[in-house]
């Protein structure tokens, strides 16, 4: 258990539907980053939000969107969803606190998106 | 782009210590070398990291060379619920966001 959770934990959407998915982070944790696992591949970096802003991002459109909240649980919002969108999406929180490299950063379990 | 290079499959028999390797070798020095697993369909779970010291925790014990161009994760007695895909991730910290890049990993089997 991370402490990370995420859901819905699956869902299908239409293509060129939009799709909002949520993640609450560990407790005491400040930053929450996304990212995309297509099928038989490495998660892919989307973007990293801090502080209720987004301070890193990934090459991904801007349809791929988020949101932060004063108790630093996240959206992840996609537009205009394509067949490709389909992957499993994961949260990942950690403390940047002292913002400095080498934090602990844990991952939920997910949240599978089929695009149809 | 990754910036590690890992073996895609290793096999180890359940007991045994399974030595995973990963080569970093354009690491850079403020860069921390985080090692995560991944059974099928689950989220990434965090085994260790370390920076150039070797660490050790309850999961596994991580072996950073001195150049730091190569590291090696070690789980000192695999058991079957071990099976899993193993990244080593070489992490990016930019503009105060700490940002790991994927690669493939090693597809890690522990058979009886």
């Known amino acids: 258990e991370t402490g990370v959770t995420q859901s819905p934990t699956h869902l299908i959407k239409t293509r060129g539907q939009q799709v909002t998915l949520r993640c609450s982070s560990q407790s005491g944790h400040n930053t929450v980053s996304w990212y995309q696992q297509a099928l038989g591949q490495g998660p892919q970096f989307i973007f990293q939000y801090y502080r209720e802003e987004e301070n890193g991002r990934g090459n991904f459109p801007p349809r791929f969107s988020g949101l932060q909240f004063p108790n630093y649980s996240s959206e992840l919002n996609v537009n205009a969803l394509e067949l490709d969108d389909s992957a499993l999406y994961l949260c990942a929180s950690s403390d940047l606190r002292d913002n400095r490299p080498g934090n602990t950063i844990y991952f939920g379990e997910g949240s599978w998106l089929t695009v149809v | 782009d990754a910036k590690t290079t890992q073996p895609p499959s290793m096999d180890c028999a359940e007991g045994r210590a399974a030595n995973l390797p990963c080569n970093h070798s354009?690491?850079?020095?403020?860069?921390?070398v985080y090692w995560y697993r991944q059974i099928h369909s689950q989220g990434p779970q965090y085994i260790i990291h370390g920076l150039k010291n070797n660490e050790t925790n309850e999961m596994a014990s991580l072996i950073i060379t001195e150049d730091r161009k190569s590291s090696t994760l070690i789980l000192p007695h695999a058991t079957l619920r071990d099976t899993a895909v193993y990244y080593c991730i070489v992490s990016l910290f930019s503009g105060g966001y700490n940002k790991l890049i994927f690669g493939a990993g090693t597809r890690l089997a522990v058979h009886p």
């Open positions: 354009t690491i850079s020095g403020n860069e921390y």
